[in-house]
Nanobody, 122 residues
């Protein structure tokens, strides 16, 4: 239902742009979030949200470095990631729900994708 793309290997300080495309439903009325998962570590909650009205929220560890945006015409949400650090290495997923808050459990939401791998390493 949600398909992420755009991950890859990037050097510290570099940038990546991730995409989250919806299949089978329209993103317009949904809050969309990004969350990440590192194998072997506890699951983290969502770290950024874009609401259906376009307003956004970020946790402190990504604020100023990551930007979430949406293009309703393309039924896609984007995550622009700058100043990447090795500790940002993870599988990045997007999730959709009618309502959500930062740190919410993404697997409690209506939709989530399989993720895209982001590796930050020199």
């Amino acid at each position: 239902q949600l398909v992420e793309s755009g991950g890859g290997l990037v050097q510290p300080g570099g940038s990546l742009r991730l995409s989250c495309a919806a299949n089978g439903f329209t993103l317009d009325d949904y809050y969309i979030a990004w969350f990440r998962q590192v194998p072997g570590q506890p699951r983290e909650g969502v770290f950024c949200i874009i609401r259906s009205d376009g307003t956004t929220d970020y946790t402190d560890f990504v604020k100023g470095r990551f930007t979430i945006s949406r293009d309703n015409a393309k039924n896609t949400v984007f995550l622009e990631m700058n100043s990447l650090k090795p500790e940002d290495t993870a599988v990045y997923h997007c999730a959709a729900a009618k309502f959500m808050r930062l740190y919410d459990d993404p697997y409690a939401m209506e939709y989530w994708g399989k993720g895209t791998q982001v590796t930050v390493s020199s």
